[in-house]
């Protein structure tokens, strides 16, 4: 990856100044024929999508004269190694051709070219680059907007690739997410119950001399919006339908649990009252979520069997009944 205007550490190039930024070049991609089509003005047609990494230089003329003296590396008796653009293996008859094309089809271009050639033709690699000449030819050229369909190629598949996992996290949250269900009215009904035993339990240590310290200053109203947040979130758990603070609130709403008008900040009370749920009853058995199975909404504390035969346990001298009213 790389971009021959930019360098690693994110600063621009002054290519007009003879610097170079570093950056990968693909050393392994070649272009197979036919695979280069071009307009005659320096517009790329048609080329491949390079990646792993990208050719962000090819065809541009500031990078293929830049080029020029790049040899290869080359260290005892071991094989040259690519350089710069040196050992490229799309600069010959591909890279060349387009940086060749756009400067001859534009009226300025050719001539700033063959002045800097002509006025540094004596001068070492370096100092050609510092010349002003270059810096004249290196603006010009930046002041050129050529067409690369590469660039649109690499846009496109930006997109798609985006898209692809956005269907992909799509699919993801249908596979996780249950479908939604209405809750039979047996299953409403015994979490309406269970609603009106909170509330009453609430309001009775409400009204004790020293109520919990999470309630103490609370009006009774938000004491039952307590148990009503708990009731909204266990009937949206139900419907395997989002329980969130907001979904909650809008559940209160559609079902008349709160004033027409609703207060300023309400999802922050029902969040509130929800996390005061969990801290009022820690040790109370969540609401069963299998409680279609079980054919009852009861506390599982609070389930007992009555028998014909069994009514009364007569070693024990005492009913089988389950425990008192309170007790759960």
Request: a neutral charge; glycine letters at 6%.
């Amino acid at each position: 990856m790389g971009n021959p205007r930019i360098n690693k550490n994110g600063t621009r190039v002054d290519r007009a100044a003879g610097e170079r930024a570093r950056f990968s070049r693909n050393r392994t991609f070649t272009f197979q024929p036919g695979e280069l089509t071009t307009d005659g003005c320096g517009n790329i047609l048609a080329r491949p999508l390079i990646k792993g990494p990208t050719l962000p230089c090819f065809g541009d003329p500031i990078e293929y004269w830049r080029g020029v003296s790049d040899r290869p590396l080359k260290y005892d008796d071991k094989p040259e190694q690519p350089r710069g653009c040196a050992m490229c293996l799309v600069r010959v008859s591909h890279c060349d051709k387009v940086a060749y094309e756009r400067v001859q089809s534009d009226a300025e271009l050719p001539s700033l070219l063959e002045e800097w050639e002509q006025a540094t033709a004596h001068m070492e690699v370096r100092e050609r680059y510092r010349h002003s000449t270059w810096a004249a030819f290196v603006r010009a050229c930046e002041l050129r907007n050529w067409r690369d369909s590469h660039d649109d190629a690499a846009e496109q598949e930006f997109w798609d690739r985006k898209e692809r996992r956005a269907t992909e996290a799509r699919k993801t949250r249908r596979i996780r997410r249950p479908s939604p269900r209405s809750v039979p009215k047996s299953v409403a009904d015994s979490i309406a119950l269970e609603r009106d035993r909170r509330a009453a339990d609430v309001l009775a240590q409400l009204a004790t001399p020293k109520p919990p310290l999470c309630i103490r200053n609370r009006s009774p109203e938000r004491c039952v919006l307590i148990a009503d947040a708990w009731q909204g979130r266990e009937m949206l758990e139900q419907a395997n339908a989002k329980s969130s603070a907001r979904a909650v609130r809008d559940w209160l709403i559609g079902n008349g649990r709160v004033p027409a008008d609703v207060p300023t900040g309400f999802t922050t009370r029902v969040n509130e009252a929800l996390n005061l749920a969990d801290e009022l009853w820690p040790d109370f058995t969540p609401f069963p979520h299998d409680i279609k199975e079980m054919g009852h909404g009861m506390h599982p504390d609070a389930v007992w069997i009555v028998s014909d035969d069994e009514d009364v346990d007569e070693d024990e001298g005492r009913s089988r009944k389950g425990p008192e009213a309170g007790n759960f």
